[in-house]
């Protein structure tokens, strides 16, 4: 019990502290990196992190044009999202995408463009398992977008299996 | 080539509908009609038929768009951004839930999986006895549920289930547990599987082929992209709506207002919808219920490889079903659960799958063996599962708050074991209880020695729902619920709500049925008034 209650207060803590990082990072003032050609959410600083995340995320090795195209499938999964949560998952983004948070709370050294797959691997790991639900919740957040975005190309279809049944294509092609 | 199949919304148009999309609009805009209807799903279809066939000037608000079936394409990137409330990955407060609603005309009528059921008659009883709707008995309720059945071709599926559905039935079989087989609100269905992405050949009877364009041939007034802010309130009564016009990405308000006069109003905007314009509006309550005892059915899963290809995405989404553990257990006693498959394609399980990286893709590439079950659990009747709370964001849109009590863990334990027993009776090669600590068991005893290690915690049990009920229930005076048993809020006598948001718990049992014959019950008692 006083474990547990510890573990509470800590958490709490440290999803203060985070927040307050993250609301800090993403102040109305700061310049914030610009947009990929062609995005509407998803910017310069983003994106090397978002195709670092993928490979390990999915299991995969990429070519550069299949992590061009997640990180094209996130920005259009976000997009499509009420404000208040573009508003969230810019926090998460601005969070694990800058130096610091990349340091200290995502505990991946090197740039996210430059960390091997197994150092993000680790970091997938850590945020999954988290005592704070908070970290697990960004974890979920990166999960549920990359997947979506990569699942979400009927290029991925054919490794898995799966394809329309064959009277859809009468129906549409 | 062309499609084969009608767009009964393109053909609507030609035909002349009255339909306005607001985010064309340049201007703001008044409208003044004898009823508004907010929200275009279940309700509020069913309310628009029944009104407009009364000869009664009807507008009705949708803040989705209009689509048809030359827009449905079989495909989840295509469907979920134009068809569900935040793209299909609406969440809960502390985002351990997953919830899936529509937001198109035709609500989540258009992208439900067709599974209909009435409300089961141990849920009437419960309402009456435990808050006092007496009035909502078997008898009462049955001429509105074959009413509605009769309207949406409602009927036993004739066909044989798709393998996923078999793995139930098998399973139920083998253990000697009691399975049957759905109803559903098909006529002509093809079979094809993609319910959840809009039904591509008009066989699911839903709001967006039935009751809308029986509504609209008579003359109601359709607006799409317009997103109810609020409602004019005026002592003992509702003015008018005050409406956003949604911007050309359906997102952004474009700046346009639009100011709906009418006699009377009727909220359909669903279990989080309805309570959130409630709650903006500053409508009064003596209950102080509104937003409260908001429910889900919280769903866990537990996926299974099986030894043949099953080609779960292939064939009607859910056709078995088995309430063995839905009615095991005395209502307020222990938590129970109802067991069905849900349809599997590639982004659902994708992002609903726990783990990631090789293990993650190993069983993506199982996908043609893979059997998902689900358990549906039964929220809102034991004394510590009283479900959610709709609260309002900072920028008025809706959040749900909703914790997971101890008797739903209890629950959700329950049904993994059982979901597991059932699969591996079925002939399953390995079962996965969809849990981030949990891994492939190649046998029962592996899975029971797992599950008794799992922690209950969120955001590591996977936890989804598509069924939102409550936050505006039915009570039998002001001081217990937000409306009377007609739907008709407490505080103003002119305002009806014919949604999910007036069942007093969670229902039980897939709640389509449930909200359409409440919806025609309820509006037939409010064109009656009018009459
Ligand atoms: C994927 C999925 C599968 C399902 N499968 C089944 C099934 O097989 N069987 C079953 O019985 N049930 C199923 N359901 C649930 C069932 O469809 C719903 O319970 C039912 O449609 C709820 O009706 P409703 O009128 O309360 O809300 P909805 O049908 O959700 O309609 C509400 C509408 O209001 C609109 N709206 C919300 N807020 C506003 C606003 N402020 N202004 C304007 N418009 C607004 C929304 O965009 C939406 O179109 C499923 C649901 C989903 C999402
Ligand atoms: S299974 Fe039937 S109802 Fe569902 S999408 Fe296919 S044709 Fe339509």
Redesign the interface.
Known sequence: MRADRRRFIQAGLVGSLLLAGAAWLARPDATSPALLGGTRFVNAQDAPMLAALAV?????ELTAGQREAVVR?VD??V???????QAEVRQLFDLIGSDWGRRYLALVKPAWGEASAAEV?AF?ERW??API?LL??GY??L??LI??A?????A??A????A??E??R???? | MTSPIHDTSLEGLARGWRVTDASTLKANQNLECDVVIVGSGAGGGMAAESLARRGLSVVLIEEGGLLGASRFKMVEALAYPELYQESAGRQTADKAITILQGRTVGGSTTVNWTSSFRTPATTLAWWRDAHGLAGLTDAEMAPWFAQVEARLAIDTWAMPPNPNNSVLEKGCAALGLSSARMRRNVKGCWNLGYCGMGCPTNAKQSMLVTTIPAALDAGAHLLTRARAERLLLQGRRVAGVILAALGADGIRPSGQTLTVRAREVVLAAGAIGTPAILLRSGAADASAQTGKRTFLHPVVLSGAVMNEEIRPWQGAPQTVYSDEFLHRWPLAERVGYKLEVPPIHPVLLGTTLTGFGSAHRGQMRQMPNLNVMLALTRDGFHPESTGGQVKLRGDGSPLLDYPLTAPLWDAFRHAWLTMAELQFAAGAQSVLTVHEDAAPARTLAEAHAQLQALPDEVLRARVVSAHVMGGAAMGKDEQSGVVDAHGRHWQYDNLTVVDGSVFPTSIGANPQVSVYAFAARSTDALGKRLA
């Open positions: 390990p995320m999915l299991g995969l499938g259009a999964a997009a499509g999202m009420p404000l208040a949560i691997a997938l999954r398992t639900a697990r919740a979920q957040a999960h549920a997947n979506a990569w699942y979400g190309q009927a991925s279809h490794a898995i299996g799966y329309r049944p009277f859809a009468r129906l549409f092609e």
